[in-house]
């Protein structure tokens, strides 16, 4: 895995990138982002969440483009396959999930501006540095070749079976809401401070542990740091992991204390480990 490009301006981006990973990993330990559950007025303004996540994602669409199209590999087959996985994931996390959210009437925003800005910074830099990457080819290593090296093929496995447990377990979640759905469980609750009603995920990977979308975030940018095989993809993997860790911990406990019925083999993120 190839390090610096020795573009000034790309390899600052990639150094920053990894600082801030630095950070995520280190704040973690002390506080979770605020949005949804964890979410707090003290930090100023929250929006609505549909609103909040289409603001935070969409640089991961926009920059990503612009910095793609700039480059002279822009159509090559490679990259193109590479572009197409970038916004198959992006398709889902910046436009359908956000508009999907489902919201009960009345409901407080719930996503902090200090989180969406923050969030356009890391999307930001983010999409400038695999778009830029994709279609600059840097270190010549996106021939057509790449695409049956085993490091693109396990790399695409473990990416597509990450996005597939993400993308289920969001259809789960999303469904609870629909009390016509007989799959939703019958337990439910107010949470203090708030209008809105949760309840007890089952099926699929909530089978197994409480946060089975924050795995299939976590496994899919595993396999995308592969499938690339350049450190852009594992400062994303860092930050990425640096977050949903420890919010998946808090979020298994806020359950446990929240619902005395909780699964009590559930665990918090890894399944029979953590």
């Given at each position: 895995?190839?390090?610096?490009?020795?573009?000034?301006?790309?390899?600052?981006?990639?150094?920053?990138?990894?600082?801030?990973?630095?950070?995520?990993?280190?704040?973690?330990?002390?506080?979770?982002?605020?949005?949804?559950?964890?979410?707090?007025?003290?930090?100023?303004?929250?929006?609505?969440?549909?609103?909040?996540?289409?603001?935070?994602e969409i640089p991961a669409t926009v920059v990503f483009?612009?910095?793609?199209?700039?480059?002279?590999?822009?159509?090559?087959?490679?990259?193109?396959?590479?572009?197409?996985?970038?916004?198959?994931?992006?398709?889902?996390?910046?436009?359908?999930?956000?508009?999907?959210?489902?919201?009960?009437?009345?409901?407080?925003?719930?996503?902090?501006v200090s989180v969406i800005v923050m969030g356009m910074?890391?999307?930001?830099?983010?999409?400038?540095?695999?778009?830029?990457?994709?279609?600059?080819?840097?270190?010549?290593?996106?021939?057509?070749?790449?695409?049956?090296?085993?490091?693109?093929?396990?790399?695409?496995?473990?990416?597509?079976?990450?996005?597939?447990?993400?993308?289920?377990?969001?259809?789960?979640?999303?469904?609870?809401?629909?009390?016509?759905?007989?799959?939703?469980?019958?337990?439910?609750?107010?949470?203090?401070?708030?209008?809105?009603?949760?309840?007890?995920?089952?099926?699929?990977?909530?089978?197994?542990?409480?946060?089975?979308?924050?795995?299939?975030?976590?496994?899919?940018?595993?396999?995308?740091?592969?499938?690339?095989?350049?450190?852009?993809?594992?400062?994303?993997?860092?930050i990425t992991a640096g977050n949903l860790i420890p919010?998946?911990?808090?979020?298994?406990?806020?359950?446990?204390?929240?619902?005395?019925?909780?699964?009590?083999?559930?665990?918090?993120?890894?399944?029979?480990?953590?």
């Amino acid at each position: 895995m190839h390090w610096y490009t020795g573009n000034t301006f790309y390899d600052t981006v990639l150094t920053a990138a990894f600082a801030f990973a630095a950070f995520v990993i280190i704040g973690g330990f002390f506080a979770q982002s605020s949005y949804g559950r964890f979410s707090t007025t003290k930090l100023g303004l929250n929006l609505n969440p549909k609103l909040g996540w289409w603001l935070m994602e969409i640089p991961a669409t926009v920059v990503f483009l612009i910095s793609y199209l700039a480059g002279p590999h822009r159509f090559d087959p490679t990259s193109l396959v590479l572009a197409a996985i970038w916004l198959l994931h992006y398709a889902n996390r910046g436009w359908f999930f956000p508009l999907a959210i489902r919201q009960a009437p009345g409901k407080r925003g719930t996503f902090n501006v200090s989180v969406i800005v923050m969030g356009m910074l890391v999307t930001s830099m983010h999409g400038y540095l695999n778009g830029t990457l994709f279609s600059h080819d840097f270190f010549g290593q996106y021939t057509t070749a790449w695409l049956t090296d085993p490091r693109f093929l396990v790399g695409l496995l473990i990416y597509l079976c990450g996005f597939a447990l993400l993308v289920n377990s969001e259809s789960i979640v999303r469904n609870l809401r629909d009390k016509k759905n007989p799959g939703a469980s019958a337990s439910g609750l107010r949470a203090s401070g708030s209008s809105a009603e949760y309840r007890i995920p089952f099926g699929g990977g909530f089978r197994f542990v409480t946060s089975p979308a924050y795995l299939g975030e976590i496994i899919a940018w595993s396999g995308f740091a592969v499938l690339t095989w350049a450190l852009p993809g594992v400062a994303i993997l860092l930050i990425t992991a640096g977050n949903l860790i420890p919010r998946a911990l808090g979020t298994h406990s806020w359950y446990q204390e929240k619902f005395p019925e909780y699964p009590t083999d559930r665990k918090a993120l890894i399944p029979y480990v953590l």
